[in-house]
């Protein structure tokens, strides 16, 4: 018979959130998420890091504004390890120096400099990292197989686009996709991210609460054909101003924030037929990866034991 697991919650959730300074926490269990743990120790790094990484003031109002979000993503890299644990995934080493240079402006030995100063632990944020690499390649192999485009699909879809003989837009976008619980905290979920896209800018919120894998890009997409986009995305996106943000859209266990950086117009006797069939499959492969991956980390959060100290 399979385990049951049980989701304890409290009211009063965090005690180290009445605190007013770090300096003033003893390190302590704060939550256990299954075998794992999450302390002090560890929500003090991520907040700290976050603001490091995002050039933003290490003061009281940014720590606080950063706990309870920070915590739950200690929950959330939690849940992923354990996943991780059941199966033999690797990440790439290349695409981890690729993140850490892009984020560093190519002076990862300065980013370490950063850390050791700020009295961080680097190697905390790195396995996070190392952890986030892994879970885009589980799920890769896990549903992958699930992924099922019609080519013959994609070949109506190019057919219909030359035939319009009109010119067709390209969208440049960003993107923060957040887990929900589907319940009146939502409200108080939506309302948080869109105070951080106010105050601090939609990248740095990408970069701090995205779970999508843009987030190792600021949340950024590039650019995207409007023929590769499902057309509830483009009704949205259609209709924005270049710099605004969308309003929160909501998917099966996410919200999406959608940003409209730039648009340009193509003449379609410009257009790169090959490179805009394989823009058509990837954009629907990978706006399958990202629901298969949120649905199953959502699940595995509904499904594990969670016992806030």
């Known amino acids: 018979m399979k385990k049951k697991f049980k989701i304890i919650l409290y009211v009063l959730i965090f005690s180290f959130l009445m605190n007013n300074s770090f300096a003033l926490m003893e390190n302590k269990i704060i939550v256990r998420v299954e075998n794992k743990i999450i302390t002090t120790y560890e929500v003090k790094n991520k907040v700290l890091s976050s603001l490091i990484l995002t050039d933003q003031a290490i003061n009281q109002d940014n720590i606080n504004k950063l706990k309870k979000q920070s915590l739950e993503s200690l929950i959330q890299l939690k849940l992923k390890r354990n ?12 695409q981890m120096n690729l993140y850490l240079n892009q984020i560093s ?3 990862i030995i300065g980013l370490k400099k950063k850390f050791m100063e700020s009295n961080l ?8 990292i190392e952890t986030q690499l ?3 390649r589980l799920i890769f192999k896990l549903y992958s197989n699930k992924i099922d485009i019609n080519e013959n699909d994609i070949n109506s879809e190019l057919q219909a686009i030359l035939k319009e003989k009109e010119n067709i837009y390209e969208f440049k976008i960003s993107e923060i996709e957040i887990l929900i619980n589907n319940n009146i905290k939502d ?16 990248e740095d919120a990408a970069m701090k609460f995205s779970i999508s894998t843009s987030s190792s890009n600021k949340g950024d997409i590039g650019w995207v054909n409007e023929k590769s986009l499902s057309k509830d995305i483009y009704d949205i ?9 969308s309003e929160p859209i909501k998917r099966l266990n996410s919200i999406l ?5 730039d648009k340009r117009q193509i003449k379609l006797n410009k257009i790169d037929i090959t490179n805009l069939k394989k823009k058509l499959l990837d ?3 990978n706006e399958l990866f990202n629901l298969y991956s949120s649905s199953h980390l959502s699940k595995l959060k509904n499904s594990s034991f969670i016992d806030y100290k």
């Open 283 to 285: 954009s629907k492969k």
């Open 105 to 107: 402006s190519n002076d």
């Open 187 to 202: 409200n108080k979920i939506i309302d948080n991210i869109k105070n951080e896209i106010k105050t601090q800018g939609f």
């Open 257 to 261: 924030f959608l940003k409209l950086v």
């Open 134 to 136: 892994k879970w885009q």
């Open 237 to 245: 996106i259609s209709i924005m101003k270049i710099d605004t943000v």
């Open 83 to 94: 996943e991780l644990s059941k199966h033999n995934i690797n990440y790439d080493a290349a």
């Open 121 to 128: 632990d680097y190697e905390l944020f790195y396995k996070e």
